[in-house]
Structures are given as C-alpha cells and as structure tokens.
C-alpha cells in the first residue's frame, strides 16, 4: 500500500432553515436602545471528504465519501505547514517532511507565519509579536460559540476558516463578532475571556460539553428562534450591538448524541479496518467498521503518516 498522510475532514453544506432574533442589552448597559441581532443559519453536511497527500507529493487531492483501509499507521507525523489560496486547502501546496516539535512542524516551517500565528492563539505573546508583522493584511475571525453552559467560548480564526472551525467543535450555534487584523483581533479575544459569561478555553471536561451541545443542538428544528435569541443575549451581555451572523453545523446522517456515544477507539485500533467515514461533528469522525460503528478525534488520524488506502465508496 502507499504511503500517505490524511490531510484534513472536507464537506460542503447546505442551508436546513434560517432565523433572525434579537435581543436587548442588559440594564447595567447605557445604550439601551441598540441591542443584538443574530441571523442563525443552520447548515447540513451533504457530502464529506477526506484530503489525501501521497507521500512525497507536496499537492493533495479530495476522496469523496471515502473508504479507508489502514494497513499500517506510522506514529511519525507530517509537517503541517500549507501555502495557498484561502478558503481552498485542495489546492494548497504542503511540506512533504517530518514534524520535529509537538506543534507539528519541520526545523524549516518551525518558525513560520502559520507555526507562529498557532502559537499565538495559544497565548504566547512573544509569537503573537511576530505573527502580527508576518500576518500584516490578512483578516482573522473572533467568534462567541454557545455550547450549552452557562458561558460561552470566545475564539480566533482565520476569516476564511470560520465554518470549518465552528465544525470542529462541539456547539449549538457560533456567531462571528469581529473581523480584522490579528493584532486587534487578538486583542479582543483577550478581553472577552475575561468577561464573567466568557471563556477562552474549555470551561467543562470535553465529553460533558460534547454531549451538553449534542443535546441542546438536535431540538434545533424545533426551537432555532430560541437558540438564537440565547446566543444574542450573551453577544449583548459581551457588550456589543448591530446585527451578527451565526451558524449551526449539523452532521450529515447521524443525530450529534449518536456521534457523541458511539465507542472511542484509540488510533492503534484501526490498524487493519476497513473504514468508512460516514458521518462528522465537533471534529469526531464516525467510521463504519464491518462491524459496528466508532468514533475518532479527527487530530488523531490527521496529519501522520499511514501505509493506507483511500478510495471512494461505490454503492
């Protein structure tokens, strides 16, 4: 078999329903008369894909409805540093060597405007004073995700990244606040997390606040006016006004409690499976084994090297 490196978990969407609610700020706050608008759109996965990198091969290619079968799973990974036009990772161009360091890069992409600009979202600041000179121009994304608790979670991303992010996590609908530089997005963040209803990170253990989201979000057909009427209260409680876009990311097949509960299997597990992706939400990847259904961190399966076969499934 070749080798190869699973690159990233590829969909497309489609809109299931759209609402708008609004929401008056909190009585302590002055401007009164402004409040919060959200237009929550909720989408569907309608076709889920995987990005393939031959080894050796710097450009990737996209396996639609992919079968996978993992011969062998080398615990090496690939750098991860990729160079392209936003909002189009199939044709992005992506380092062929070995990572070196936990974050995932090579000695030549350790100290690049991507390695530094991931550093910086993690909180240092001596990267964030570089990635902010590298990154001069390009546009990153400050989001308020509601997953259910009593606080919700304040994050940065590229512009481009917004969807694919919001998806990688667990969540009943994410608004984007701001848009703009990095330094002064960054910023922002920063001062969000400190806010009482806000967090930066994580503020329940992982499971907990999948299955607190899976649930919340699978009663969205029913009650999506009053999902975002919830996520504007919190964006006005932050202290802002004017009208925001959200969104839901709901899976393709599976209600999100089915994904959440299916069994976690370890990476080693899945050496000589024949597995198919049938279904993704808050970055888990449900696979079908001949013999039941699991599911994995899609950061487990990412970016190694694997001695695999990724093909399409015919029906």
Request: aromatic share 6%; glycine share 6%.
């Amino acid at each position: 078999m070749p080798l190869l490196t699973l690159r990233s978990v590829i969909f497309e969407t489609e809109k299931v329903l759209e609402t708008r609610q609004h929401a008056q700020p909190p009585l302590l706050v002055k401007d009164r008369d402004s409040g919060v608008e959200v237009l929550l759109k909720v989408l569907r996965i309608r076709r889920l894909g995987l990005l393939v990198q031959e080894a050796g091969s710097p450009r990737p290619y996209i396996v639609w409805d992919p079968l996978l079968r993992l011969h062998r799973i080398d615990y090496a990974r690939v750098c991860r540093y990729h160079t392209g036009p936003p909002g189009k990772p199939w044709e992005h161009t992506y380092c062929t060597h070995i990572a070196v360091g936990r974050e995932g890069y090579c000695r030549s992409h350790a100290n690049s405007a991507k390695a530094l600009y991931e550093k910086c979202a993690q909180g240092s600041e001596s990267a964030c004073n570089q990635a902010y000179e590298l990154l001069k121009g390009e546009e990153f994304s400050v989001y308020v995700l509601d997953y259910g608790g009593s606080k919700v979670k304040v994050g940065l991303t590229q512009e481009w990244r917004l969807i694919w992010r919001i998806a990688e996590q667990p969540h009943v609908a994410a608004a984007k606040v701001f848009t703009g530089g990095l330094r002064e997005a960054r910023g922002l963040e920063k001062k969000l997390g400190r806010h009482r209803i806000a967090t930066e990170g994580v503020a329940v253990r992982v499971k907990e606040r999948m299955l607190k989201a899976a649930r919340e979000v699978e009663r969205i057909n029913s009650e999506a006016n009053r999902i975002a009427k919830r996520l504007a209260s919190f964006i006005a409680a932050l202290g802002f006004s004017g009208t925001f876009e959200a969104y839901t990311i709901l899976p393709m097949n599976n209600r999100p409690t089915e994904i959440v509960k299916a069994r976690e299997v370890g990476v080693g597990e899945l050496e000589l499976e024949l597995l198919a992706l049938s279904d993704y939400w808050a970055g888990r990847m449900l696979l079908e084994t001949m013999k039941s259904k699991v599911t994995i961190d899609k950061n487990m399966l990412l970016h190694r090297l694997l001695d695999a076969m990724v093909s399409p499934r015919r029906e």
